[in-house]
């Protein structure tokens, strides 16, 4: 079994930084991609950044400049630096990872969700 846990959410002003993370633990042989998404009430659920296995960053408009995806692959853990937020950023941010359990077979898995609140 594998889960993903966040932390690092909260309420923050206009203009402050959060940094969020995301551990993967449990049976986990590698990990693929992994990434950021966010969703608020009524929203469909918005890529916000994700990362690839060797680095490579895709970031949504919204968010280029502000926002910086990383990940430590020794701890099994995403990250998510976000800086100068805006009341616009409020959201559930939740992660997601490819996690190979049994090779060859990878599957997505999602954390629990961690709520961004930025007040103006």
């Known amino acids: 079994q594998v889960q993903l846990v966040e932390s690092g959410g909260g309420l923050v002003q206009a203009g402050g930084s959060l940094r969020l993370s995301c551990a993967a633990s449990?049976?986990?042989?590698?990990?693929?991609?992994m990434g950021w998404y966010r969703q608020g009430p009524g929203k469909q659920r918005e890529l916000v950044a994700t990362?690839?296995?060797?680095?490579?960053?895709n970031y949504a408009d919204s968010v280029k400049g502000r926002f910086t995806i990383s990940r430590d692959n020794a701890k099994n853990t995403v990250y998510l630096q976000m800086n100068s937020l805006k009341p616009e950023d409020t959201d559930v941010y939740y992660c997601?990872?490819?996690?190979?359990?049994?090779?060859?077979?990878?599957?997505?898995?999602w954390g629990q969700g961690t709520q961004v609140t930025v007040s103006s």
């Open positions: 997601n990872a490819d996690i190979i359990s049994s090779w060859p077979y990878e599957y997505r898995y």
């Open positions: 990362i690839t296995s060797n680095d490579r960053t």
């Open positions: 449990g049976s986990i042989d590698s990990i693929n991609a």
